[in-house]
């Protein structure tokens, strides 16, 4: 079986896997990670964004071999777990979710984007999430959190 | 998915020596397709060699002739590179539209053109763009390159390596996109090339039928009149093109007219900013 090494928030991790483990599976069942969502299974929902190297990537369509070496960030590693970052603030304040079952995929991808773009259109944030299905608000009120947690952010 | 031995070799020999040690080997770039193909049962490799330890193949390189991008550089990285934009901008903008973020972050040129679906992207920018697929047997000219649906000019083992676009003073691409997938249930990229010197314009369409094609009439009008109106009156024939339940035939033909007259204008608005090249 392979072995492995990465961070996982900032944890050094290392496991034999089998090589036909999935990133999403090893963050799930083996790290016991449950905040990282599995909806469709099938690449297109987005519920199990994570980010590998700064960048949300769908762990469903990932090996956990492909991660070897690499800095995986998972919602349990997104802020302190005590204070609510920014982001998670302004989801609350504008009600930007209902069921939450999107909302860790839709953190990460959206905290991406605001390391990369700190002043996003509307446009652009609709664009970047494009990857992240939500089966109950319809977006708006997360495009306007986004666009809240960012004007906050910028200061 | 079934277990299988996994190789993540650091050279192109080594990468083809694991390939063909294995029953039934597959190249691994990004995962974006073969990962849920596997998931589905619908391939199952004895061993998966993962290209992404070849350190020459991930790259771009910019000079004033040609657009030089390694087999695998993300759909992200091109859609961010100051260079890719510089030279041929339409090229950059169509990788930023492929898919979304996350499928831009793993998914690489040339797992996209060997994948070869016929809804991709890259397909009609390779084609339209008159480009040069490199492997680490030969070169392959773009009219060559594409055989059929999910079918190229690819032998068993051969790994693409990069691809050279020759840099054209204007080319755009336009797609209409599936709303939920976001590949092209017809996408037409137009590249203004000189007729004289370089075998004037090229119109490739992608997402309408089998394979991505080329249309002759509409590049013959245009190299008359570069502009929306010479294509007016020409039409790609619903018959061959996909119907399906996304689109059908009919409207796929009337969309191909649609985004190469938008694919036109965007090529000309980017030439006269001097977005483009020269
Ligand atoms: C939700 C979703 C939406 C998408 N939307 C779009 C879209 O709008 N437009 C679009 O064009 N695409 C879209 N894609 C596909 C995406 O562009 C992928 O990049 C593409 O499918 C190839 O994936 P990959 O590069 O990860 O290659 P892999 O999946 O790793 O490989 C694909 C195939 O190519 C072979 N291969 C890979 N690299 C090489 C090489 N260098 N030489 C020889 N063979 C090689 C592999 O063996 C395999 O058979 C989408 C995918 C998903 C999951
Ligand atoms: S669970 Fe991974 S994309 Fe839906
Ligand atoms: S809040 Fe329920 S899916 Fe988004």
Do not use: W
């Not at chain 1, 799930?28 to 299974?41: A, N, P, Q, S, W």
């Not at chain 1, 960048?55 to 070496?69: D, E, Y």
């Not at chain 2, 550089?73 to 996350?102: E, N, Y």
């Amino acid at each position: 079986m392979p072995k492995i090494t990465l961070t996982v928030n900032n944890e050094p991790v290392t496991r034999d896997v089998e090589a036909r483990t999935l990133l999403s599976e090893l963050i799930r069942e083996e790290l016991k990670l449950t905040g990282t969502h599995i909806g469709c299974d099938t690449s297109q929902c987005g519920a199990c964004t994570v980010q590998v190297n700064g960048q949300p990537v769908k762990s469903c369509s990932m090996l956990a071999v492909q991660a070897n070496g690499a800095d995986v960030l998972t919602i349990e590693g997104h802020g302190d777990g005590e204070t609510l970052t920014p982001l998670q603030n302004a989801l609350h304040e504008h009600h930007g979710l209902q069921c939450g079952f999107c909302t860790p995929g839709m953190v990460l991808t959206a905290d991406a984007l605001l390391r990369d773009n700190p002043d996003p259109s509307e446009e652009d944030i609709r664009h970047e999430l494009e990857g992240n299905i939500c089966r109950c608000t319809g977006y708006q009120n997360i495009v306007e959190a986004v666009l809240a947690a960012a004007k906050t952010m910028r200061g | 998915m079934q277990d299988f031995s996994f190789k993540k070799p650091d050279s192109l020999d080594a990468a083809v020596a694991a390939l063909e040690a294995q029953e039934d080997g597959i190249y691994l770039a990004g995962g974006q397709t073969i990962l849920p193909v596997m998931k589905f049962g619908l391939a199952e490799p004895t061993g998966v060699v993962d290209l992404s330890g070849i350190a020459d193949l991930v790259k771009i390189e910019v000079t004033d002739k040609v657009v030089s991008i390694g087999a695998m550089t993300t759909h992200a990285a091109v859609a961010a590179s100051v260079d890719i934009r510089r030279a041929l901008p339409g090229l950059a903008d169509l990788a930023g539209l492929i898919g979304d973020p996350q499928v831009r972050n793993r998914g690489t040129l040339g797992g996209s053109i060997a994948n070869n679906d016929p809804s991709a992207d890259y397909p009609a920018a390779v084609l339209a763009l008159n480009a040069t697929v490199v492997t680490n047997r030969r070169e392959i000219t773009a009219d060559d390159f594409f055989v059929d649906m999910f079918e190229t000019a690819l032998e068993d083992g051969e790994i693409i390596t990069r691809v050279d676009f020759p840099i054209t003073d204007c080319a755009a691409y336009a797609k209409f996109a599936n709303p939920a997938s976001r590949y092209a249930v017809a996408g037409v990229f137009v590249a203004k090339r000189n007729a004289k010197t370089d075998g004037g314009v090229r119109v490739a369409v992608t997402g309408a039928g089998p394979v991505v094609f080329r249309v002759p009439d509409m590049e013959a009008a245009l190299d008359g009149d570069f502009s929306p109106d010479a294509i007016k009156n020409i039409s790609v024939p619903a018959d061959g093109l996909n119907n399906d339940i996304h689109a059908s035939a009919e409207y796929r033909s009337h969309l191909i007219g649609v985004m190469a007259e938008r694919a036109i204008k965007t090529a000309k608005e980017t030439n006269n900013k001097g977005g483009g090249a020269q």
